[in-house]
């Protein structure tokens, strides 16, 4: 099969504004590129299958198990093209990992396009989708897809399980302030935690539901660029995050100093326990001032015009 020497993908990260966890069962959730944030996956021929990542130089198909999705995704396209030739893949960027910005997807999706590439395997965007999308299985344990759609886009991405991703062109007219709490963040024990109530607890699954509803909300209040309504949900939505036992100390005070210095609104983005927050904010201003302030609780800080 004729393929290329070497073959490089860009792939940028996403934020979730709203519906995390409770799109997983089927409910909406808004969701938004990060392109100032993006891993270049590369693939060229090597001695040996190998891996240069962050955190992992090794034999690929030795790496630890938080890999298995990326080996899936190598074993499968190097089937499709009925291949067993030795790869080098190295993952070079700034996404920081599991902080909620979708890197596990982003890796995924990156590998699948370069080893598409790579092999000239033209596949179509559904079989691409596809195999990043399980390998999202894989990573989390359940996957709604939001991940891959809106790290594959380049627009606000409206999603649900049922119709996918739908992008939402319109902008709200304020300031996204997403802060780095320098925690790892945990989205499979985060997502069997919300699992293990809902089984239990009618309650449980009402809070869910809200959430879901609440995506609805902000994304009504969106197209007509009602931002204090906005902001309004992205508390509300803290709050049953939080019910759920996905909050953590560090979140709490920074809430607490988004909303001391005006934030509209303010929650926690991905699966929790750590991660990535995210504050709405009137102007630029606001949020460099509440960045300041926040300055001894995150490792890093980036504002977005939305």
């Given amino acids: 099969m004729e393929k290329l020497m070497k073959s490089s993908y860009l792939t940028h990260g996403k934020v979730i504004l709203i519906g ?3 799109v997983v069962y089927g409910y909406d959730a808004l969701c938004m590129p990060i392109k100032s944030l993006h891993i270049k996956t590369t693939v060229e021929p090597n001695d040996e299958d190998w891996m240069d990542t962050e955190r992992y ?15 899936y995704v190598v074993k499968t396209m190097l089937e499709k093209a009925n291949s067993n030739e030795k790869l080098k893949i190295t993952y070079t960027g700034e996404i920081p990992m599991e902080r909620g910005f979708g890197s596990s997807a982003t890796v995924a999706l990156g590998t699948t396009k370069a080893m598409n ?4 395997l033209n596949m179509s965007h559904d079989e691409i989708m596809a195999v990043t999308n399980h390998a999202e299985m894989i990573n989390h344990g359940k996957a709604s897809g939001l991940d891959a759609a ?27 302030l997403i802060m780095d709490t320098g925690q790892l963040g945990n989205t499979r024990e985060a997502v069997t935690k919300v699992r293990s109530q809902l089984d239990k607890s ?14 609805d909300k902000t994304k009504a209040a969106w197209m007509i660029q009602d931002k204090e309504a906005v902001g309004t949900c992205f508390n509300e939505a803290q ?13 709490d005070q920074l809430k607490q100093i988004a909303h001391e210095n005006g934030a509209l609104g303010f929650k926690f983005s991905g699966g929790g326990l750590g991660g990535i927050v995210i504050a709405l904010c009137d102007n630029d201003e606001m949020a460099k001032e509440i960045a300041e302030k926040s300055k001894d609780l995150i490792s890093d800080f980036w504002i977005e015009k939305i």
């Fill in 57 to 71: 130089h090794g034999p690929l198909f030795d790496a630890p198990n938080e890999y298995d999705g990326l080996k």
């Fill in 202 to 215: 009618v309650d449980a699954n009402k809070r869910i539901e809200r959430l879901g509803e609440l995506a």
């Fill in 117 to 120: 590439d790579y092999f000239k």
């Fill in 239 to 251: 709050e049953i995050l939080a019910s759920f036992g996905l909050s953590t100390h560090k979140i």
């Fill in 20 to 22: 995390e966890h409770s």
């Fill in 150 to 176: 809106t790290v594959n886009s380049d627009y606000l991405v409206f999603f649900n399980t049922q119709d996918g991703p739908k992008r939402l062109e319109t902008k709200l007219g304020a300031t996204l």
